[in-house]
């Protein structure tokens, strides 16, 4: 089912937000998996939004009595503590915020700048074009980690440098599906009609091309959330995201959690948890968006 | 195809100049200079002594004019000359070159591993879409794409240490000195990021010969009455393989660099952790010799697949 279809149905909701809520209920009916992952991804916001007015602890107090305390949820240890006596719970929560925050605006500026890079090219082709393929085939000769740890050595580690990181990273792709999907929307029948009306360059750019790049950029968007929080957890496991004593989800799993795995394992266990749900979500929405999306795939 | 290979060597000299220029700038866009941010150190306080930072840009030749850095250091990159690291004073290139076996081994590894878990995860799921073993495979894939390589090995490390009471050994050993050692030390760090991988390449191999398999010729060969093993891996895996060699051969480029966290979990001295330990000592001509390395290995890469793809399959050809 496309959202095409979806609108076939839309005269069940009242209004506008009903609407809305329709076309999330059937898109959950059409793509099980996800409406699993949208369900998942609404739970990691609510946290990252809500998480400083959830969080039981203080997610900074440092506890000498109880360093590395195991879980005990009857005591209010729910996920235990760290080597400082910090509260597990709190700081995952915490956590999330600062991951949350972090992905979705690097994806959000990487995909603006890609998607200005991608139709600008796509349309006008030629020159700007040539050298807007190269930039595109320079930043995607460097290792994604490789660049991301470049950027943010030279810039310094902090969560702005890191957004710039990943954003520059993301710029490339979504540059390159934006731009395939220019050059074959540009020689269809109803650019070459709205020409003829006389519309101008810029007016068939953005009110007739751009709206055919949505689609897919939609599903890029949602994906690259996923790996976006993979590579800020992946700089902060390495010690160049957000400093300390900040909780970020990479830096929990690092240092002192790796050296004491033996006396604490929970420390090893709960922030990959956290994580590889928060991914899990948005991979699962992704291809959720990518099937009902994308004609082809279509059942 | 000699003529074509030319070709693909020379577009490689633009981009190769793009790459360069990139770093280039990116070490010029350095807060304050180079030369100060290594000397006030990783804590990023404190002001420099001005007599060393004066000696230590004449030595990095920051006084010179921008074009006259960037020429001098691209020619003296094709001599040879890749800069002295900061930190002890040696060759860049001398490192890299030392550096560079462990890393090329582990990424060796991983890529054998991912290889051998995800062609048959692939196929399995393909020729049995949408049955238990297919969701099963596809569960099994979409988890190493949902977990941070660095919580795979942090959970691996978990397993050995906690479970089985097992440290790897301590001290590195080179391949051809101690292999066996030096196979126990890898090993882990392979699996963790070979099951990644293979993810990947599963996803990949399922979707492509699903795709194959829908198409008249397999109908055929079934028709005839060949066995399905048969049509399957003489008939279909050929024609579906070919976007998984894309996949395969840019992801084993891409783990030369990628093993970084891999190494510093295992504590391994390959190229990743001299990259980490660059940044932290801000030792910026290792870190502009490393990224440079993984770029020519990527665009290498990219060369090797296209040639192996007209080889591969007699219908492409270049002219």
Redesign the interface.
């Known amino acids: 089912m496309t959202i095409a279809d979806m609108s076939r149905y839309s005269h069940i909701g009242l209004g506008a937000l009903q609407g809305a809520w329709t076309r999330v209920w059937l898109f959950s009916r059409t793509q099980p998996m996800g409406g699993i992952g949208l369900v998942l991804v609404f739970f990691v916001f609510f946290v990252a939004i809500f998480g400083p007015l959830l969080a039981p602890k203080d997610p900074l107090a440092i506890d000498g009595n109880n360093l590395f305390h195991s879980p005990e949820w009857y005591k209010g240890f729910y996920l235990g503590t760290d080597h400082l006596g910090r509260d597990n719970l709190s700081r995952i929560m915490i956590g999330a915020r600062s991951s949350i925050t972090i992905a979705v605006i690097s994806v959000v500026a990487g995909t603006i700048v890609g998607f200005m890079i991608g139709l600008v090219g796509g349309f006008y082709g030629s020159w700007s074009d040539a050298i807007l393929q190269r930039l595109v085939e320079i930043l995607i000769a460097i290792p994604t980690l490789v660049l991301a740890l470049a950027i943010v050595s030279v810039l310094g580690p902090s969560q702005r440098n890191v957004i710039i990181a990943i954003a520059l990273i993301q710029v490339p792709n979504t540059a390159r599906v934006v731009r395939s999907v220019v050059l074959s929307t540009r020689v269809m029948e109803f650019v070459t009609a709205s020409r003829a009306v006389g519309a101008s360059n810029l007016r068939i750019m953005f009110r007739h091309v751009a709206p055919q790049t949505f689609a897919p950029l939609m599903i890029v968007f949602t994906a690259f959330l996923g790996l976006a929080i993979i590579i800020e957890a992946s700089l902060s496991f390495l010690g160049l995201g957000t400093p300390p004593p900040q909780p970020a989800w990479g830096a929990m799993l690092a240092g002192k959690t790796l050296d004491n795995v033996e006396r604490a394992p929970w420390n090893a266990i709960f922030p990959g948890v956290a994580l590889s749900i928060t991914v899990f979500g948005f991979n699962l929405l992704g291809d959720g968006l990518r099937d009902s999306l994308d004609p082809r795939l279509r059942r | 195809m000699q003529a074509y290979i030319l070709r693909r060597l020379l577009q490689f000299i633009?981009?190769l100049i793009?790459?360069s220029l990139?770093?280039f700038i990116?070490?010029r866009?350095?807060?304050g200079d180079v030369a100060i941010a290594i000397l006030i150190g990783p804590d990023?306080e404190g002001s420099p002594d001005p007599a060393l930072l004066e000696e230590l840009r004449d030595d990095l030749g920051l006084n010179r004019p921008l074009v006259v850095q960037y020429f001098s250091w691209v020619g003296n990159l094709f001599q040879g000359d890749w800069g002295e690291s900061v930190e002890d004073g040696r060759p860049v290139l001398k490192k890299i070159v030392t550096r560079f076996p462990l890393t090329f081994e582990l990424a060796t590894m991983t890529m054998l591993i991912a290889l051998a878990i995800a062609l048959p995860l692939g196929v399995i799921s393909a020729i049995r879409q949408n049955t238990w073993i297919d969701y099963l495979a596809r569960i099994i894939s979409?988890g190493g794409?949902?977990?941070?390589?660095?919580?795979v090995g942090?959970?691996m490390?978990?397993v050995l240490?906690?479970v089985f009471s097992w440290f790897p050994p301590f001290a590195y050993a080179e391949l051809w000195e101690d292999p066996w050692t030096n196979f126990r030390q890898l090993i882990w760090g392979a699996l963790a990021l070979g099951y990644l991988l293979a993810a990947v390449v599963a996803r990949m191999v399922r979707s492509t010969l699903l795709e194959v398999l829908r198409q008249d010729y397999v109908r055929t060969a079934l028709a005839k009455g060949l066995p399905e093993r048969n049509v399957v891996v003489r008939h279909a895996l050929k024609n579906a393989i070919l976007p998984v060699v894309t996949i395969v051969g840019l992801q084993y480029a891409?783990l030369?660099?990628?093993t970084?966290?891999m190494e510093?979990?295992w504590n391994l001295p390959g190229l990743g952790t001299m990259?980490?330990q660059a940044?932290?000592f801000?030792d910026y001509p290792v870190?502009q010799g490393?990224?440079l390395v993984?770029?020519i290995i990527?665009?290498l890469a990219n060369l090797l697949i296209d040639i192996l793809y007209a080889w591969l399959d007699p219908r492409i050809r270049y002219a």
């Open positions: 633009p981009v793009g790459v990139l770093i990116l070490m866009i350095v807060p990023g979409i794409l949902t977990m941070p390589s660095f919580w942090a959970l490390v978990l240490v906690v891409g030369v660099g990628g970084v966290i510093r979990i990259l980490i940044i932290q801000r870190v490393l990224v993984f770029a990527i665009l």
